[in-house]
């Protein structure tokens, strides 16, 4: 389908860019602001004393600072930016585990954040303890993990370690067993942070894969990555993030020149 024109869409110039019709995902001037002490208090006893007295001093730290966004249906959306840049706080709010301070989000469909994986994950439960703790916590039902329970352990590719205590396990076998659980059912915007950066090179495929088929079928893809190599090959268009600014959006070809150019 061709890039909608500006004429094409109601969106004023700065949100437009992506394929005819609505958007799945639209940010609107979107800042996220934080609270952070101005003097970080010895320990808990200090903070204490200090919280008591009313001698404790914050200043405003803006994690995003109006953020304009639209990303179509069946898009990869490339995200790159130094440590500290705000691209976790991004995925957080598509997410809705955080609320921006200014400004609108609006979705279209479903969203499964893959911000941390295994972060539901017990170290003492085994993995098939796992897969249903983790399951439901994603808001999977029994009767759906009982039909999909096989599928997603061959997909892992854990064996016979499916029995055995998670803290057997090494990292590459928690975050397989983890995508697997996590990427079982179908959402229509995907968050995905750094998740190939766990694994081998055959499990990043299996990775890469699978978001390509959830983008065939139509699903959002937001991507993190701090690898330009990843973002070059899954998307075409992209953002640079910096202090919580959106330096520029565009091509991903162009925003990785522009982005690592910088760090040169």
């Known amino acids: 389908m061709p890039i909608a024109s500006e004429t094409q ?27 952070v002490p101005r003097e970080r208090p010895a320990g808990l006893k200090e903070f204490a004393i200090r919280w008591a007295q009313g001698r404790l001093e914050y200043r405003d730290h803006w994690a995003l ?15 790159v930016g130094p440590n500290g840049a705000g691209k976790s706080t991004l995925l957080k709010v598509i997410a809705g585990v ?4 200014q400004g609108s989000l609006r979705l279209r469909g479903s969203v499964a954040p893959l911000l941390e994986l295994g972060a539901g ?41 499916i029995d055995s205590p998670l803290r057997t396990y090494s990292s590459g076998m928690i975050a397989r067993l983890a995508f697997a659980v996590a990427t079982q059912r179908f959402a ?26 959830f983008r065939r079928r139509g699903a959002t893809i937001v991507l993190v990555s701090h690898d330009p190599g990843l973002i070059a090959r899954m998307c075409r268009r992209g953002m640079w993030l910096e202090g ?21």
């Open 98 to 101: 955080l609320h921006p301070t």
């Open 188 to 213: 229509d915007v995907l968050l995905v942070d750094e998740v190939l950066a766990v694994g081998d090179v055959h499990f990043q495929e299996k990775c890469r894969e699978r978001m390509e088929a």
């Open 121 to 161: 994950f017990h170290s003492e439960l085994t993995g098939r303890e796992n897969v249903y703790l983790y399951g439901t916590l994603l808001g999977n039902t029994r009767r759906q993990l009982d039909a999909w329970y096989d599928e997603m352990v061959e997909y892992a590719e854990v064996g016979e370690f």
């Open 65 to 79: 600072r109006g953020l304009d966004l639209a990303l179509a249906p069946g898009e990869i959306f490339g995200v």
């Open 244 to 264: 919580g600014v959106a330096r520029a959006i565009g091509p991903a070809a162009e925003i990785l020149d522009q982005y690592l150019a910088s760090e040169g």
């Open 9 to 35: 869409t109601a969106l004023r110039p700065e949100v437009a860019g992506f394929e005819a019709g609505e958007p799945a995902v639209l940010l609107e001037g979107v800042s996220v602001r934080f609270r």
